[in-house]
């Protein structure tokens, strides 16, 4: 039984109080920023001057929510610096008077003389209000912000090397949002987050603490709220993958964050301080945000998680505990990969020995079901797992315990896996043809499919989607890869109304680029992403198998792209005039004139501790200073990445449905096709911009 935990504590009165004086003290300050304004109120209200505790209406605004309309009202009282903020939101009402200091726009004394509402509604209320009212900083904000930095003296100016290296700790009003963000979520027909939430998570990484709490109170209260708990959840999985993201690109502080959670994690386990499905929960995000977890941790939350009778004894009451549960799993599932999506939710508490004694498990099952399995545990992230998986298939090479689509299977991700795990998995195969044992044949693909691809975003990822809306109900499926990395994450639903489907792709044209490609643009993507697992000795996702039934994948291999061969084949079939000096100038200037409108190419620049060390010595106010920096010494180490970068985008502008797309695809060929070579960075202008964007982001971020 889990135990009781500590009640979260409860909102702050006098934090809610300030908060409420913050938001008058803005609406205030927003009225009285023309200083004309200023002497018309004072005219208005020497005509008309309130008795007693009336007021005059001075403006009145509506702001629209997501829980409904809020009015702010700022009203007039008899002394010509003494005025009222009333606040009329869905979820409380509030009133503050205080007096306003026209010379320093500020609000002392104030007192709120009248609230009623949940004072937690309150304090989400009125912070949410305060982030609508200030908004997100635009164009022209920074532009003026970039200007302000005047080319001072260095001695004079902050080095680069002088921002924060992490980010802060979580602030009340990032608390503040997270409840608010759940709160929102929860609230929906339809749960999801938002791109703005998205956005603002991404940017903020340090609330990945304050998340867990809420969450550990989410599952520990009183009257559960599942629709709450569900909320963060999702913000939990999103988050971590976001920190994740951090760590691939070498920041610190995202180890020692994603390291905290585990031991924490830890902690939770062994104190059975949370229900252990909801603790089991917690531990599948860290899978579901592919966050590597060592053998040593995997072992500890194992041990946690697991509770011995007897002291001495976890890998055997864990044993036990796992043939118990695999012949639960049995009953309850249809297919193998509803086995496999079960085991992978655990991944995180399961060290590797345990995953390798779970493909031999599997493989001697009784059950048809739990034995078809095996084949996707050739997909494990640990090698070991992978080998072990191989040697069960072989162990049950024989067709009365090898099913002819366990065998298929098996052959088809002989391609996917690291060519060092191929012969074990080879001498499987070849004893199961020796004993008979017959190779199933690939399912007929679903009919009627169409294929969107979005564009490529900063962090070089691509997502894929397939529709099939043959009847009322269809398929809707996606494939996410990134560039460098290979397939990262997929997703199926067969059961989509038509209606649904149409609107998730607008949805998806609405966040990014979307287009329809033809299917040949599908099989070079995924084998490109395929190829690039491999070279790295990694897999895709075991759903990945799945998809390639439903979508016709059975070629689909390991064929990675030579971007040199391909960027000058593609160049070669451009028209001669413009593969002339002339016309590879003119191409050049037409490309950045629509890349530089496209809001995708601002998310273009490098990031990460090696950029910030190699500007630490630069003064923030020499920008073309770092410019130059990032085109000598941090983006030739990176040009293979661009080349490929900027081929792919050319490939999918090619196979684009959309015409006008198509006819860019020239634009990025040049671009991909000087990537490919060994000419100077500075002759590229698009090259020019990515290194001033990565300057942008060094001083706007510092981490």
Known sequence: MAKPTAPAPG?????????????????????????????????????????????????????????????????ALRTWTQFRVVIKHPDFDATVEGTWSFENEALEPATVIALKGDLEEVEIGVEMLILEIEGPPDDEEF???????????????????????????????????????????????????????????????????????????????????????????????????????????????????????????????????????????????????????????????????????????????????????????????????????????????????????????????????????????LLDEDTEVRTGAARALEQTAHPDTLSPDALRRAIALRNWIPAGDRSALDAAIRKARVAGAQTGAWPAPTPDLEFYVSTIDGSGAQNIFATSRVGKKGLFAGILVRFGTGVIDTWIDPEVSRGKIAKLLKEAQMGAACTRVDRAFIDTLVQHALGTSVARNSVPPAALLELAELLGGSEWKDRRLDVADEAAGMFEDLDPEDRSIAGIAAGYARGLAWMIKDDLFSSYFEDGPEVKKTLAGLSRSDKIGMTALVLSDVLPAKRAEWAERFLMMAKWHAAAADAKLRAKARDLVLVAHALAGDGPLEGIPIMAVIAMQTVRATLLGGW
């Not at 949002?177 to 998570?201: F, G």
């Not at 695999?326 to 995180?348: C, K, Y």
Request: with cysteine.
């Open 143 to 377: 532009a003026g912000f970039m200007d302000s930095i005047e080319e001072d003296d260095d001695d004079e100016s902050p080095l680069i090397g002088d921002d924060p290296t992490e980010p802060p700790e979580a602030t009340s009003l990032d608390r503040n949002r997270v409840k608010a963000i759940a709160k929102r979520i929860a609230r929906s027909r339809e749960p999801d987050i938002n791109d703005e939430d998205r956005s603002w998570l991404e940017q903020t990484p340090q609330v990945l603490p304050a998340i867990a709490d809420q969450l550990v109170a989410a599952v520990s209260a009183a009257k559960r709220d599942e629709k709450l708990v569900l909320s963060y959840q999702m913000m939990l999985a999103l988050t971590l993958e976001f920190v994740r993201y951090r760590q691939d690109r070498g920041w610190e502080w995202a180890d020692e964050m994603l390291g905290a959670y585990q031991q924490r994690l830890i902690a939770l386990g062994k104190d059975s301080a949370v229900p252990q499905n909801d603790w089991f929960m917690m531990c599948g995000a860290l899978t579901e945000a592919r966050v590597p977890v060592s053998d040593i941790v995997a072992t500890a939350l194992a041990d946690s998680g697991f509770k011995p009778d007897q002291e001495g004894a976890p890998p055997e009451m864990m044993m036990r505990t796992l043939r118990g549960f695999m012949d639960e799993l049995a009953r309850m599932v249809t297919s193998p990969f509803d086995v496999i999506s079960a085991l992978q939710n655990a991944g995180a508490v399961l060290p590797t020995a345990l995953r390798g004694f779970m493909a031999t498990e599997l493989a001697l099952s009784p059950h048809a079901v739990l034995r078809d399995a095996v084949p996707f545990m």
């Open 11 to 75: 909102p702050n009165r006098a934090e809610i109080d300030e908060s409420l004086f913050l938001l008058a003290e803005m609406l205030l300050g927003d009225f009285f920023f023309d200083e004309d304004k200023e002497q018309e109120y004072k005219l208005k209200l020497s005509k008309n001057r309130p008795t007693g505790p009336a007021g005059i209406l001075l403006d009145e605004s509506t702001i629209e929510m997501d829980e409904g309309e809020s009015t702010l009202r700022i009203e």
